[in-house]
């Protein structure tokens, strides 16, 4: 495993614990100790995590939402593998909701060759990026959250009930096993409640680091999702408790 690998799976396990010892790092990763103390190092200088005595703690701020600026330019490979891999279920044809987040954003990058789509969407940047196709775009009504570049609903007017949505990729800030999908942002997360209830399939788009992980705000449990998909950098433990769950894992290679 290359120490980049390693430094991120430490950041999800710190996720869901308050203080991860070196030697319970050195047990699971199967390494020395030199090497958890040379992987805490890079990130701590990395300002993610504080080192305590005889282990580490993630740093407070990281618990908060990241600018979408930041997410944009993060983990950039294994988002477009998932965009690339969410591209394999639509179909010609189709009617689908695309979400506002990061990693959603990267299946416009690989649905061009596809036909007689209809686009709903609440993103700004989506509808950018598509706006020369000749898909049918429907951009949601609402408020503009300028932070995320997106439309949200909260108290205001929004019906699809004459829309009949095939398949929607939204985002998450955290998914488990236990709580299902959860997000930062209320409004976020009222919009996603009103696609699921809208639609016929749901596919969550989340890289690794948001597997194993909850969130301030529950969107919706997993038994009304259809499909996880994620990268193949997903911890093995944290993947072996998805196996019971109603939605099926799809992992995206990331060595493709």
């Known amino acids: 495993m290359l120490p980049v690998e390693r430094q991120k799976k430490y950041l999800a396990?710190?996720?869901n614990k308050d203080v991860v010892t070196i030697s319970y790092f050195m047990t699971k990763f199967d390494v020395s100790i030199e090497t958890v103390r040379r992987d805490l190092s890079i990130l701590e200088k990395q300002d993610k995590i504080e080192k305590v005595y005889g282990?580490?703690?993630l740093k407070k701020s990281i618990l908060n939402e990241p600018s979408i600026e930041e997410r944009m330019v993060n983990n950039l490979k294994e988002k477009d593998?998932?965009?690339k891999k969410c591209c394999e279920f639509i179909n010609d044809g189709d009617c689908i909701f695309i979400d506002s987040g990061s990693t959603t954003y990267h299946i416009t990058k690989h649905i061009r060759d596809k036909k007689n789509l209809t686009i709903i969407t609440n993103s700004i940047a989506v509808v950018?990026?598509?706006i020369n196709t000749d898909f049918e775009i429907i951009i949601i009504g609402g408020k503009i959250r300028h932070e995320e570049c997106s439309v949200v609903t909260f108290d205001?007017?929004?019906n699809f009930s004459q829309l009949n949505i095939q398949k929607s990729?939204?985002?998450a800030g955290g998914i488990t096993a236990k709580n299902g999908v959860s997000d930062f942002n209320m409004q976020e997360a009222v919009t996603r409640k009103k696609i699921i209830?809208?639609?016929k399939e749901i596919y969550v788009a989340a890289d690794s680091n948001k597997l194993g992980r909850d969130v301030l705000i529950n969107i919706a449990p997993l038994n009304k999702i259809d499909y996880i998909i994620t990268d193949s950098l997903i911890d093995k433990t944290i993947a072996q408790g998805f196996?019971?769950?109603k939605p099926s894992l799809i992992l995206a290679n990331v060595q493709e």
Do not use: D, M, Q, V
């Open 55 to 57: 282990g580490a703690k």
């Open 156 to 158: 205001y007017i929004f």
């Open 81 to 83: 593998l998932i965009g």
């Open 169 to 171: 990729f939204i985002c």
């Open 13 to 15: 396990l710190l996720s």
């Open 128 to 130: 950018n990026e598509l």
């Open 243 to 245: 196996k019971k769950c």
């Open 197 to 199: 209830e809208r639609s």
